[in-house]
């Protein structure tokens, strides 16, 4: 086990661009999809997505968070050195331009903000992708909450040594001489802070199901019921390449104080997201997206899970044609969402 030996507010600033792009694959899109169960036509078919005026296949919301788990790897694995564990708690997602069939994102990451409660560090990291074309296409924030050996069973680690995918450092040799911690801590003002945000999501015109004057402050959106089996977390695990031995092992779980495996926090996060996008019926309509995780959604071995969406529209903006819609997602009969928004643009 190794301590925390630094001060969580000191590590503020520390930032990088990652050294190689992501290329958004066609597949991989499809993949995405089905692991977050969204059927969208506009995620599988081309032609389905010309008709929405993309070139290619629309990403689904959350796509990017698989990016931002490759890009993290170096701050979680060199800077963040004194946690043992570390457990999402909310996530926000900025869209400015559609993520598309091709594209090449470059992430900057930086360790944002830390702030104490509890006697325990939450920490941001704040993830700035920008395209081919150098335009910011998204900006997502995600916090987690750091824990050290005193907050979790001393055998942890060593059981997840046991089981973990073997593989995992899949870091290139150019990668792997230049990820040293120096070359983290960036404090000068980079190039990359000067990108311009993409205008695209806020001025095309949404190809909606609903316009803007169909809908009212207290509309209720179809709810929707999402079965999920330790098979489902399986393949969201290797999907997304997040492989924490909590989301399908059930030693591990209960090492970390949970009473089952779990689902992942960005897979209910991605199926909330395709429950407002399918209701749009246009998946660039939306512009930001923001949860924070009050629960876990417990999956057991012997029976599936299921995880119950409802929202209503909580405000309405004329001037803009936007509307900003609560979600609220259930399992067991516990809130899974403490607070989650999203602010969609209507025709």
Same mark, same amino acid.
């Given at each position: 086990?190794?301590?925390?030996?630094?001060?969580?507010?000191?590590?503020?600033?520390?930032?990088?661009?990652?050294?190689?792009?992501?290329?958004?694959?066609?597949?991989?899109?499809?993949?995405?999809?089905?692991?977050?169960?969204?059927?969208?036509?506009?995620?599988?078919?081309?032609?389905?997505?010309?008709?929405?005026?993309?070139?290619?296949?629309?990403?689904?919301?959350?796509?990017?968070?698989?990016?931002?788990?490759?890009?993290?790897?170096?701050?979680?694995?060199?800077?963040?050195?004194?946690?043992?564990?570390?457990?999402?708690?909310?996530?926000?997602?900025?869209?400015?331009?559609?993520?598309?069939?091709?594209?090449?994102?470059?992430?900057?990451?930086?360790?944002?903000?830390?702030?104490?409660?509890?006697?325990?560090?939450?920490?941001?990291?704040?993830?700035?992708?920008?395209?081919?074309?150098?335009?910011?296409?998204?900006?997502?924030?995600?916090?987690?909450?750091?824990?050290?050996?005193?907050?979790?069973?001393?055998?942890?680690?060593?059981?997840?040594?046991?089981?973990?995918?073997?593989?995992?450092?899949?870091?290139?040799?150019?990668?792997?001489?230049?990820? &040293? @911690?120096? *070359?983290? !801590?960036?404090?000068? /003002? $980079?190039?990359?802070?000067?990108?311009? #945000?993409?205008?695209?999501?806020?001025?095309?015109?949404?190809?909606?199901?609903?316009?803007?004057?169909?809908?009212?402050?207290?509309?209720?959106?179809?709810?929707?019921?999402?079965?999920?089996?330790?098979?489902?977390?399986?393949?969201?695990?290797?999907?997304?390449?997040?492989?924490?031995?909590?989301?399908?092992? &059930? @030693?591990? *779980?209960? !090492?970390?104080?949970? /009473? $089952?495996?779990?689902?992942?926090?960005? #897979?209910?996060?991605?199926?909330?997201?395709?429950?407002?996008?399918?209701?749009?019926?246009?998946?660039?309509?939306?512009?930001?997206?923001?949860?924070?995780?009050?629960?876990?959604?417990?999956?057991?071995?012997?029976?599936?899970?299921?995880?119950?969406?409802?929202?209503?529209?909580?405000?309405?903006?004329?001037?803009?044609?936007? *509307?900003?819609?609560?979600?609220?997602?259930?399992?067991?009969?516990?809130?899974?969402?403490?607070?989650?928004?999203?602010?969609?643009?209507?025709?």
């Amino acid at each position: 086990m190794v301590e925390a030996a630094f001060d969580a507010a000191g590590l503020v600033g520390h930032r990088y661009r990652t050294d190689d792009f992501y290329e958004v694959g066609r597949e991989k899109i499809r993949e995405y999809a089905r692991a977050v169960q969204d059927f969208h036509p506009a995620h599988w078919s081309e032609g389905a997505a010309g008709e929405l005026g993309y070139a290619g296949l629309i990403a689904p919301t959350t796509f990017i968070s698989i990016a931002a788990m490759l890009a993290n790897r170096r701050l979680l694995e060199i800077v963040m050195t004194g946690y043992d564990v570390v457990v999402q708690t909310d996530q926000v997602f900025e869209m400015y331009k559609p993520v598309l069939t091709g594209d090449r994102l470059v992430s900057d990451v930086e360790l944002s903000s830390t702030r104490r409660i509890g006697g325990k560090d939450l920490l941001t990291i704040t993830n700035t992708f920008t395209d081919q074309t150098g335009d910011i296409v998204q900006i997502m924030h995600t916090t987690v909450l750091g824990l050290t050996d005193e907050d979790v069973n001393a055998e942890i680690s060593d059981t997840i040594e046991r089981v973990i995918m073997s593989g995992l450092d899949t870091t290139s040799p150019t990668t792997a001489a230049s990820a &040293d @911690e120096d *070359a983290l !801590l960036v404090t000068e /003002p $980079d190039p990359w802070t000067t990108a311009r #945000l993409s205008p695209i999501s806020r001025t095309r015109i949404p190809r909606t199901v609903f316009r803007f004057e169909d809908i009212a402050v207290g509309d209720e959106l179809p709810a929707r019921s999402v079965r999920l089996t330790r098979g489902d977390l399986v393949n969201y695990a290797g999907v997304s390449g997040d492989v924490n031995p909590i989301h399908w092992h &059930d @030693e591990i *779980a209960v !090492l970390a104080g949970l /009473p $089952d495996v779990i689902a992942h926090g960005m #897979l209910t996060m991605g199926l909330g997201a395709g429950f407002v996008t399918g209701w749009l019926g246009d998946p660039g309509a939306m512009i930001r997206y923001g949860v924070r995780l009050s629960n876990y959604t417990v999956i057991e071995a012997a029976s599936a899970g299921t995880v119950e969406f409802t929202g209503r529209i909580k405000s309405v903006d004329p001037d803009t044609r936007t *509307a900003v819609v609560v979600i609220v997602a259930k399992a067991a009969g516990r809130k899974v969402f403490g607070l989650a928004t999203a602010d969609v643009r209507l025709a």
